[in-house]
C-alpha cells in the first residue's frame, strides 16, 4: 500500500532561482575569488578545527571530500568541483544526490575500506589532493595517516542545519563571503516562498522508520524549522509523549501512537531506498492512519528527509523548498 499524498512538483522553480543566485555571486564557474584571510603574499593559512591546526592553501586546487554528507554539496555551491569524494550510496542508494550529480560527474568516487566512512588512503593520495575536508566523526581514526598524504580539516556536520558545516568549509577554503552570499540569498528566497502559502495552522513532521514513527519537534528539520518562524506550530507537544526522545529534534514512537499525530497538515519525510519506501507503506497501513485529521482533509505532503536535514546541502534546501510550496498548493485530495 502506497501513502496517500501529492507527488513531487516537477517544476523546480526554486531550484532555478537559485541556481540564478549562485550564477550571480560568480559560485558556478569553479573559479570564484574569496575572502583568503592570508596576509598578503602568503601561500597559506592557518585553520582551527575539531581534530587539530591545520595550515592550508590560499587558494586550494585539489579538494578532496571525505564525507557522506554535506561535504560534496557545499563545495560545489561554493564554486569548487573536488578531484574526489567520498560516495554516498551507502546512504541514499546512489553515488552522489541527485541535486548536485550533474555537477559531479567529473568527481572521482574513492573507494571505501572496511566502513562507508574510511577511505582508501591509496585512492586519497593518487589524486595528488591539496587539501582533505571531512567529517569529524569519520576521519577521526584515519586524521594522521590522511594528514601525511595532504593538510586535512575536520568539519562537524549539523544533521539538522546545514548552515554551520557550509560556514566551516568555506572557512577552509578561504570563501566565506561566498557563504554569506549563499546563505542571505537564500534566506530571502526561502522567506518569501514561505510567506506566499498563507497561513500555516498546526502542523505535524514524521518519519517511518522500520515499524517505528519518528515525530518531530520543530528543530528537526529545516521544514519544520521555516514553518514554524512563519507562525507555524508544531504539534503534537512531544514532551509528554510515550516514546524515546532524542536530543529536541524528535521523539521515536510505537505504530499505536500514530493517532496522536493531529496537525491540520502532515509532513511525511522520506528516505531513499528501498527502506524508505519499506517504512512509507508500513506507515499508510497502520489502522491509525485513515483516521488523522491532515488525511481525511487531503493534507499530507511528502518530503525528501535527506534534504530537509541538510545532507544535500542548500542545493537539498532548494529543491525541499520547492516541493514544499508546490504540495502545499495544491495537496492531495
Not at 262 to 280: F, H, Q, R, Y
Amino acid at each position: 500500500m502506497m501513502i496517500e499524498c501529492a507527488p513531487p512538483v516537477c517544476t523546480a522553480a526554486t531550484r532555478r532561482e537559485f541556481l540564478v543566485i549562485l550564477a550571480a555571486a560568480g559560485l558556478l564557474s569553479g573559479c570564484a575569488g574569496g575572502t583568503t584571510g592570508a596576509p598578503g603574499g602568503a601561500t597559506s593559512r592557518r585553520i582551527e578545527h575539531p581534530l587539530g591546526v591545520t595550515d592550508v592553501p590560499v587558494a586550494p586546487a585539489r579538494v578532496v571530500a571525505i564525507d557522506r554528507r554535506g561535504t560534496l554539496p557545499h563545495l560545489l555551491a561554493l564554486g569548487i568541483e573536488p578531484v574526489g569524494a567520498l560516495t554516498h550510496e551507502s546512504i541514499i542508494g546512489s553515488q552522489f544526490p541527485g541535486v548536485v550529480a550533474d555537477l559531479a560527474r567529473d568527481v572521482t568516487v574513492l573507494p571505501t575500506a572496511g566502513s562507508s566512512d574510511e577511505v582508501r588512503l591509496e585512492a586519497v593520495a593518487a589524486l595528488q589532493p591539496d587539501l582533505l575536508l571531512g567529517w569529524t566523526d569519520g576521519i577521526a581514526d584515519q586524521y594522521d595517516a590522511l594528514s601525511r598524504i595532504a593538510p586535512t580539516v575536520a568539519v562537524d556536520i549539523d544533521v539538522h542545519d546545514a548552515e554551520p558545516s557550509l560556514r566551516a568549509i568555506a572557512a577552509a577554503v578561504g570563501r566565506d563571503e561566498q557563504a554569506d552570499t549563499i546563505i542571505g540569498e537564500f534566506d530571502a528566497l526561502r522567506a518569501q516562498r514561505i510567506a506566499a502559502l498563507g497561513e500555516i495552522g498546526t502542523v505535524s513532521a514524521v518519519l517511518g522508520v522500520g515499524d517505528q514513527i519518528r515525530v518531530y519537534r520543530p528543530q528537526a528539520s529545516s521544514v519544520t524549522r521555516w514553518l514554524q518562524d512563519a507562525g507555524g506550530r508544531i504539534v503534537p507537544d512531544t514532551t509528554g509523549l510515550a516514546g524515546e526522545p532524542y536530543r529536541d529534534l524528535f521523539v521515536t514512537v510505537g505504530p499505536e501512537l500514530l493517532g496522536e499525530v493531529n496537525g491540520d497538515t502532515l509532513i511525511v519525510m522520506a528516505n531513499s531506498g528501498a527502506d524508505g519506501e519499506a517504512a512509507l507503506s508500513a506507515l499508510s497501513g497502520n489502522p491509525l492512519w485513515s483516521g488523522l485529521p491532515a488525511v481525511r482533509a487531503g493534507r499530507v505532503i511528502r518530503l525528501n528527509s535527506q534534504e530537509s536535514v541538510g545532507y544535500f546541502g542548500y542545493q537539498g534546501y532548494a529543491a525541499v523548498l520547492d516541493s514544499l510550496a508546490g504540495q502545499w498548493a495544491a495537496p492531495a485530495p
